[in-house]
Every structure is written in structure tokens, then in C-alpha cells.
């Protein structure tokens, strides 16, 4: 079982309050682990990445173990932390401005 934290909008659209537990068949990669929460919450479509061409929307960011991972392929092995459910995958909304 996979674990990830989303941001509050998120949660908020999904109805959902605390960690998320996804289920992802090995190897587990950022794309299955989106792919499983889309599945579990088809309201999240579309807003963690684009419905058209499935990259990770510009203000959405990908952490595990403390390390960003936005910029790795989305079908890269996430840590084994992670895959074996001891660690978060954290989702966060990046923030802009000036």
C-alpha cells in the first residue's frame, strides 16, 4: 500500500481528510501512483497533471524522502521507502509570485 499526502485543495475536492493509500503494482513509479489515485478519485483528474498530455501540471511537485522528484521521468522507480508503504509520497501545490 502505498502512502501520499496531497495538498489541502485537494483533499478538500476529494472529500478526503489525512494520508491517502493507493494500491500500485511494482514497479512503482510517480505515473502509477497518480494513475491509482485518479482511479480512486476520478474528481482529481485534471488537476495534478494534464488530462491531455498526462504531464504533471507546473505548480504541482513530487517529494519523497525529502528529495524533490518533480523533474524525474514520471516512470522512474520512486525510493523503496515508498514502494514498501514506509514513507509518504508527498504531492504539494509549489507556490509563485513576487
Same mark, same amino acid.
Given at each position: 500500500?502505498? @502512502?501520499?499526502?496531497?495538498?489541502?485543495?485537494?483533499?478538500?475536492?476529494?472529500?478526503?481528510?489525512?494520508?491517502?493509500?493507493?494500491?500500485?503494482?511494482?514497479?512503482?513509479?510517480?505515473?502509477?501512483?497518480?494513475?491509482?489515485?485518479?482511479?480512486?478519485?476520478?474528481?482529481? @483528474?485534471?488537476?495534478?497533471?494534464?488530462?491531455?498530455?498526462? +504531464? @504533471?501540471?507546473?505548480?504541482? @511537485?513530487?517529494?519523497?524522502?525529502?528529495?524533490d522528484l518533480s523533474h524525474?521521468?514520471?516512470?522512474? +522507480?520512486?525510493?523503496? +521507502?515508498?514502494?514498501?508503504?514506509?514513507?509518504?509520497?508527498?504531492?504539494?501545490?509549489?507556490?509563485?509570485?513576487?
Amino acid at each position: 500500500m502505498i @502512502r501520499v499526502t496531497l495538498p489541502t485543495h485537494l483533499r478538500t475536492l476529494a472529500h478526503i481528510t489525512g494520508v491517502v493509500e493507493v494500491e500500485v503494482d511494482a514497479p512503482v513509479t510517480q505515473r502509477r501512483i497518480v494513475d491509482a489515485i485518479e482511479a480512486k478519485y476520478p474528481m482529481l @483528474r485534471g488537476t495534478i497533471r494534464d488530462s491531455a498530455t498526462q +504531464e @504533471r501540471r507546473a505548480f504541482v @511537485r513530487f517529494f519523497a524522502l525529502d528529495e524533490d522528484l518533480s523533474h524525474e521521468s514520471p516512470d522512474a +522507480e520512486v525510493p523503496a +521507502e515508498v514502494a514498501n508503504g514506509s514513507q509518504v509520497f508527498r504531492i504539494i501545490g509549489a507556490m509563485a509570485g513576487g
